[in-house]
């Protein structure tokens, strides 16, 4: 079963950040997820995505826009992530790189509120059960 944990941490390694935490198949789920995206132009929100557990009071609303913005906070720790078709491709690609090991990618966008972060192989339940409030 696909993994991918989303959480919202406040001053995270220097910024706010959303993380994302996967293992392979939650990768290749939020890969797929995102190509959807891009390729149909349809909103959808990243806990649509298989073996999804994200964060009380977090929300993610994925976007194909004309215009590449990046991670907008609509409010509190409701999110819109923004980005063109080129700018989803160029995160899609970040992410099938990290398919060879434990590793984390920062996906920034022209102009994030918040800094995103995919990690795999580096966070586990330990960490999570620590750090998710």
Same mark, same amino acid.
């Given at each position: 079963?696909?993994? %991918? #944990? ?10 706010? !950040? ?7 198949? +939650?990768?290749?789920?939020? =890969? ?9 132009? #349809?909103?959808?929100? =990243? ?21 590449? !913005? +990046? ?20 995160? %899609? ?6 398919? !060879? +090991? ?13 800094? =995103?972060?995919?990690? =795999? ?8 059960? #620590?750090?998710?409030?």
């Amino acid at each position: 079963m696909a993994s %991918i #944990r989303v959480g919202f941490f406040e001053d995270f390694k220097g910024a706010d !950040t959303l993380l994302l935490d996967v293992e392979h198949e +939650g990768l290749n789920a939020l =890969i797929a997820l995102l190509q959807a995206v891009a390729s149909s132009g #349809r909103r959808m929100k =990243i806990s649509a995505c298989p073996g999804s557990v994200v964060q009380s009071g977090v929300a993610v609303d994925l976007l194909r826009t004309v215009g590449d !913005t +990046g991670l907008v906070r609509a409010s509190g720790t409701e999110f819109v992530w923004h980005r063109s078709e080129d700018g989803w491709a160029e995160v %899609i690609e970040k992410l099938a790189a990290m398919r !060879t +090991g434990a590793c984390h990618q920062y996906l920034d966008g022209p102009r994030d509120a918040v800094r =995103i972060m995919v990690s =795999i192989g580096e966070y586990g339940d330990a960490w999570w059960q #620590r750090h998710d409030s």
